[in-house]
């Protein structure tokens, strides 16, 4: 996936690349006025970028540094990056900006499902991700899907785990809580154990499985 990862990283580049990049980003006066991006926390900047510094074009100009440091450290938070989309009604940009991003989410998603634990900087597990999609403005169902379609030992084991941190006393409705809980789900634990069962994670997977069983 790593050759997957520097493409999507190369298209959002390019589809960004028309957006100078400034030295210095206009503040909001009353809170910290001009600044300059090179010398400010990239964390700080990530959560004020849009809201009191910047404007949409600083935005889209900052965007592919965002994008990449999430999956190179851990010291930016995915929710506050991909919540910026929204804000910015991504949806309205041009197409070839949507695709770039799009192609960005499903790469990561992608990779993410491919490795256990997950070596991709901030987004450390499957809820990490969903969480930071559902604040770009995404359905999870499209990820849900590609789930679905990885019969992975890896994905398995997410999906395991993920099934161990359910809530099963919120019978609130939910999007992932509704899939987590189908039978299917059960069904696929099943499956993986009998195939992984000399494993050492068989018996999470087995765990996981007793858990939607009663």
Known sequence: MEN?????????????ARYPRRAVL???PHCEGSVLVDEHDLFGLSIS?????????????????LLERLLGSDDLDPDIVL?????????????VEQQAIDAY??????????????????????ATFLDAARAA????????????????????RHLAEMVAGLNFANQKPSALGDWLRREATRDRLY????????????????QAYDLLHH
């Open 4 to 16: 997957e990862l520097r493409a999507a990283l190369a298209g959002v580049r390019d589809a960004f």
């Open 26 to 28: 206009d503040g909001c």
């Open 49 to 65: 970028l849009g809201n009191t510094v910047g404007d949409r074009a600083d935005v889209k100009a900052l965007l592919p540094v």
């Open 83 to 95: 919540g910026k989309l929204p804000h910015q009604q991504w949806r309205t940009w041009p197409r």
């Open 105 to 126: 989410l499903d790469v990561v998603w992608r990779s993410l499902l491919a490795d256990h634990p997950p070596r991709l900087g901030s987004f450390t597990d499957p």
């Open 137 to 156: 403005g995404e359905h999870v169902a499209r990820f849900l899907d590609v789930w679905d379609a990885t019969l992975t030992p890896s994905a398995d």
């Open 191 to 206: 499956r993986a154990w009998e195939r992984d069962c000399d494993s050492p994670w068989a018996d999470g997977l087995a």
